[in-house]
């Protein structure tokens, strides 16, 4: 990426996303003028943004939007020992888990499992929220006490007594065979009982956590960058840039009272990285005049659903 980020008018796009390999570039044309978005912490990259076919893609951008700007993101990281996050967790969304379960000795058709074609059964598990699979779980082989370590660990958004159903299955070549299935009641209410016990007719167990949703540390948004301008792009509602009153489409002048149009692209990058931890003053203009904030790194509240932006910053790891 060039240094001086003022040069950088042909790079981006057109709504919806491109996948390269594992990476993901979004563009979208905002008033005429399209924007590319590099890929999420820990995705492939595969081409690079200098590459002929991200030059190939650039022209094709121009000639749809007209002039191209990049944008980019803040660092979000998990929460350190010692962070102060304070405040509530936000009340539509919940941290959700399979903790475990225990898989009683016969199959469903009451025959043993070594007679029902299985020494063990390979359990997943499903949680079903308003008729729609929220989480399933990889597929555990030949055990009777099923953890999942692999599983997909993450806040979901949840709406307002939404109804679930957990189902345990013994996973199949054709099909799956039900082993246990259970109503649960407003999952948004249990998440303050943090987990959930569920006992079916034939011994089955499934230990559900539901707990408030858990925070990541950061900023919480993203920023364009224009001939000698800055905007903000995207904003997590649930993030220190939210809380602070910042909104998509206001334009940045100055940061720590240092004027946007005197930087480069690699000085914007640095300030919002090193004014993180100890509060980043930003200058937005306003039709009444500047108005300026202090946005410090604090809790973001990410969904799964912000998985496609965020990447794996939007999961937990076990």
């Known amino acids: 990426m060039p240094a001086d980020w003022r040069q950088m008018r042909f790079l981006v796009t057109q709504h919806d996303v491109l996948h390269e390999n594992a990476g993901v570039f979004h563009w979208t044309c905002r008033q005429g003028a399209p924007r590319l978005r590099e890929p999420s912490h820990g995705a492939s990259r595969g081409f690079s943004i200098g590459s002929p076919w991200m030059v190939a893609l650039a022209l094709t951008a121009v000639a749809s939007c007209g002039a191209v700007y990049p944008e980019l993101r803040t660092s979000?990281?998990?929460?350190?020992e010692g962070d102060?996050?304070?405040?509530?967790?936000?009340r539509q969304m919940a941290y959700i888990e399979f903790e475990?379960?225990?898989?009683p000795p016969r199959?469903?058709?009451?025959?043993?499992?070594?007679?029902?074609?299985?020494?063990?059964?390979?359990?997943?598990?499903?949680?079903?929220?308003d008729g729609r699979t929220l989480i399933e779980t990889p597929v555990e082989e030949d055990t009777l006490t099923p953890t999942w370590p692999n599983q997909r660990r993450a806040n979901y958004r949840l709406r307002p007594r939404s109804r679930?159903?957990?189902?345990?299955?013994?996973?199949?070549?054709?099909?799956d065979r039900l082993i246990c299935a259970k109503n649960v009641g407003d999952l948004r209410a249990e998440a303050e009982l943090g987990r959930v016990e569920l006992v079916c007719d034939n011994g089955a167990r499934i230990w559900l956590l539901v707990q408030p949703a858990r925070p990541k540390f950061g900023l919480g948004l993203f920023y364009e960058l224009r001939i000698n301008q800055v905007f903000v792009s995207l904003i997590v509602e649930d993030s220190p840039a939210g809380r602070a009153g910042l909104r998509v489409g206001d334009e940045i002048i100055a940061l720590d009272g240092k004027w946007v149009r005197s930087m480069d692209e690699a000085q914007v990058r640095s300030m919002f990285n090193a004014?993180?931890?100890?509060g980043l003053r930003i200058t937005v203009r306003t039709a009444a005049g500047p108005r300026e904030v202090v946005v410090k790194e604090g809790p973001v509240y990410l969904s799964i659903d912000d998985s496609e932006i965020w990447g794996a910053d939007a999961r937990f790891e076990e």
């Open 76 to 80: 979000v990281r998990d929460v350190d």
């Open 84 to 90: 102060v996050v304070g405040g509530t967790a936000p």
């Open 100 to 103: 475990r379960a225990r898989v």
């Open 107 to 129: 199959a469903p058709d009451g025959r043993p499992w070594s007679e029902a074609g299985d020494e063990l059964p390979d359990p997943v598990a499903r949680l079903i929220v």
């Open 164 to 175: 679930a159903t957990v189902q345990l299955l013994a996973h199949g070549t054709m099909n």
């Open 275 to 278: 004014g993180a931890a100890n």
